[in-house]
Antibody
Framework: EVQLVESGGGLVQPGGSLRLSCAAS????????MHWVRQGPGKGLVWVSR????????NYADSVKGRFTISRDNAKNTLYLQMNSLRAEDTAVYYC??????????????WGQGTLVTVSS | QTVVTQEPSLTVSPGGTVTLTCASS?????????PNWFQQKPGQAPRALIY???NKHSWTPARFSGSLLGGKAALTLSGVQPEDEAEYYC?????????FGTGTKVTVL
């Protein structure tokens, strides 16, 4: 059974840092791109970042570029999101998402249950 | 920055049919945007429904279908059930990044 379990969320002051983790199980982690998606309270889904299977390529939404860093440890089947210089507008539930990229297809399938990050003084 | 727009809300009767659309500010949505569709109910994580325009996941009910329609991605719900009441989001690939649509609230009434 595919499982994605996020952790590391919590309350942090503006300007602070937090590292999210996503533990993956039930599939060959290194075969998939992994993404982070967030959802502010009462708001829609926002794509945050993605990382290639081998970690050799990363991309970010403009709103987090230069502040957030996505990484992965394929030996530990774990995805990370290092968040620095946090702002109130970063307050959201952060989801870890599995994505298969193949010839002429992008298949987004499994989502974690999310971890809540609250940025407030 | 690409903006992806969906209808804010749609209402459909049980057993009816409704089509949701997903438009990109950069131009026509094509298969190369690899449209994916998701359903989200209150308090739950999103659930994937459609990938790469018109492909269903193994768990996707047959009444959901995806397509390209008039330069937009589209999600059609046929024979709507009360449990289909939810928020629906599209996701497009655009130049090394992905962008979610603004979401459509579907009410079954």
């Amino acid at each position: 059974e595919v499982q994605l379990v996020e952790s590391g969320g919590g309350l942090v002051q503006p300007g602070g840092s937090l590292r999210l983790s996503c533990a993956a199980s039930g599939f060959t982690f290194s075969n998939y791109w992994m993404h982070w998606v967030r959802q502010g309270p009462g708001k829609g889904l926002v794509w945050v970042s993605r990382i290639r299977r081998d970690g050799g390529e990363t991309n970010y939404a403009d709103s987090v570029k230069g502040r957030f860093t996505i990484s992965r440890d394929n030996a530990k089947n774990t995805l990370y999101l290092q968040m620095n210089s946090l702002r109130a507008e970063d307050t959201a539930v952060y989801y870890c998402v599995r994505v298969f990229v193949g010839t002429s297809q992008v298949l987004v399938d499994y989502w974690g249950q999310g971890t809540l990050v609250t940025v407030s003084s | 920055q690409t903006v992806v727009t969906q209808e804010p809300s749609l209402t459909v009767s049980p057993g009816g049919t409704v089509t949701l659309t997903c438009a990109s500010s950069t131009g026509a949505v094509t298969s190369g945007s690899y449209p994916n569709w998701f359903q989200q109910k209150p308090g739950q994580a999103p659930r994937a429904l459609i990938y790469s325009t018109n492909n269903k996941h193994s768990w996707t009910p047959a009444r959901f279908s995806g397509s390209l329609l008039g330069g937009k991605a589209a999600l059609t719900l046929s024979g709507v059930q009360p449990e289909d009441e939810a928020e629906y989001y599209c996701l497009l690939y655009s130049g090394g990044a992905h962008v979610f649509g603004t979401g459509t609230k579907v009410t079954v009434l």
